[in-house]
């Protein structure tokens, strides 16, 4: 298997069984965030401590393979943060989508970095980052509810 099928392969498994596709009950942040030009709607659930650590993290809504895959693998990495490091996350991905990031920056990606592919993509681009700019939103700026 080369490197691209490899990158599919993981894709399509987060899509098929995402591991936090899940309702949270009475979450610290909750935000919804869309992309309307695909048609994605997730809303991303966080649970903090007290010292800022993300504990446990969970989405729930509709969309295409890229945005599915991308939340269900942007929240597999946050768990047992801080805010600071996964703000960190966010720009490395923002930056690897964009074609800025470095061999060693997208390494530290690890499955996300699957989703580097999308940076040739345009259309897909949206798709890919909603869940990281949703997550953004919320770390900086709080829920929507
Ligand atoms: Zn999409």
Redesign the pocket.
């Known amino acids: 298997m080369d490197l691209k099928q490899i990158y599919r392969e993981i894709v399509n498994e987060h899509n098929l069984h995402p591991g936090h596709k899940d309702e949270m009950s009475a979450p610290k942040i909750r935000r919804r965030g869309s ?1 309307p ?4 709607d997730i809303t991303v659930s966080l649970d903090l401590d007290e010292n800022g650590i993300i504990t446990d993290a969970a989405f729930q809504g509709e ?5 599915q895959a991308s939340t269900d693998i942007c929240l597999d990495m946050i768990i047992g943060k801080t805010k600071d490091e996964a703000l960190s996350l966010v720009e490395t991905f923002m930056d690897m989508v964009h074609g800025k990031a470095s061999e060693e920056q997208i390494e530290s990606l690890e499955e996300a970095a699957s989703l580097q592919d999308v940076a040739h993509m345009p259309a ?1 681009v ?2 890919a980052t ?1 869940a990281w700019h949703t997550l953004e939103k919320m770390l900086k700026e709080g829920g929507d509810e």
Do not use: E, F
Not at 63 to 67: I, M
């Open positions: 992309n030009t695909c048609g994605d969309g295409c393979a890229v945005s897909r949206k798709c909603l």
